[in-house]
């Protein structure tokens, strides 16, 4: 599969660690302090939008592997679908976990239902749905199709909850989060390029360790089985 | 997909309703219920004006009342193993995905046009006729979009060992941005007279989350019903 062309899990750590510890060094001395509002506490925002982006990416991947399991019924991707997802909501946990420190730093609240935050609570709880889903169906195949199944139609639910949530009255927070694109400054962008390279070599690190784990676990799984039919 | 085969399979179903009438008849008193303990629960000072709640009152107590339904509807089909015969037929998957589907929607609409008169009549002091049209338009959309995302998960969670545990867990999150548009639009018609022009993001907004789910459901329904 292509994510063995990435490299072995131990080079991505390593790359992960120099760009995420480089990115937290340029953080609090190279990169200037937040002009507007936001001054210190904006710092967390390079490890908080590397963060959700490697949440989504998690999705995606999941996604696209539920699509290829349809397709071909082979069980790697299942498998494949199955720790993505489950990276995923780790890093949409820590989503909420970060946001919320951003947001009672910024506005003085642990919990604003500011659109992203909203959405990323109802990702979490969708995800979690994932899991009990898994956890009802006994048989293999049906286990593996339903939830790929579920992982297909949980990914397109999440860009339609973004949007929805725009439908909300707007509560006392502005939505500040617009630390986006044009409106950042260079050394900004340098600094939060490499914690996003760092956060998405993480996640490709976790994904290639849970997945040999995870096939591990079903090999040892069919030599219990073996050996109980053997003895 | 046959015409024939979707109008027999819809027939079967709305026949045995009517026979039985246990969806029906439970779901409108789950309604009626819902709305009586909505007023108790709202109601904290006397002459409270809920015309604000009316919106997130209404759509609450759809969405359960759906999620009701939704899990008869199939778990009819499997506890006598009349659904084996169903696939057994030579009908196409999607065929049977959208009657079951349709038979959701009527049994839905059937609810919420007898529950909707006294809704009003509880909670509504204003008079609200000039704008029946688009709160009609915001139910149509959004009970569609409602029974094809419900049609698809119940078929899915009726194969699960949980059954009926499982259904409000997977379809409730997944259903929040039809809740989430249904309700500011429902609120906005009631409480500010909108009209068409100004509700146009959220009718939009029902019409692509329908669109989407009910290309979701024609792509997956198939992995959904199993052999």
Redesign the interface.
Known sequence: MALKKLGSPAALFVGAAAFLVTGLLLAFWYAPTDASTMGFSQKIFYFHAPIAECALLAFAVAFVAAVQYLRTQKSVYDRLGYVSVRLGLLFSLLVMATGMIWGKAAWGVWWAWEPRLTTFLVVCLLYAAYFVLRQTVEDETRRATFAAVFAIIAFVDVPLTFFATRFMPAGLHPVVFTTGGARMEGSMLFTFCLTMIGMTLLLAALLRLELAEQALKEELDELKIRAEAGA | MGRRQYAAILRKDLIRELRTREMLVSMFLFVMLALVIFHFAFSVRAGTDLTYFTGGMLWVTFVFGALLGLNRSFAQEKDEACLDGLLLCPVDRVTIFLAKMSGNLIYLLVIQVLAVPVFSLFFIKTSYAVHLGPFLLVVLLADLGICA?GT?LAT??M????RD??LP??F???V???L??AT?ATTGIFARGDGLGSLG??LL?LA??DA??LV?AY??YE??I?E
């Open positions: 995302l698809l899915i969670s194969s699960s060992r949980a545990l499982l867990i997977v409730l999150p997944l929040v941005p039809v989430i548009a500011a993001g959220k907004f692509v989350y989407i789910f979701a792509g997956t992995f959904a199993g």
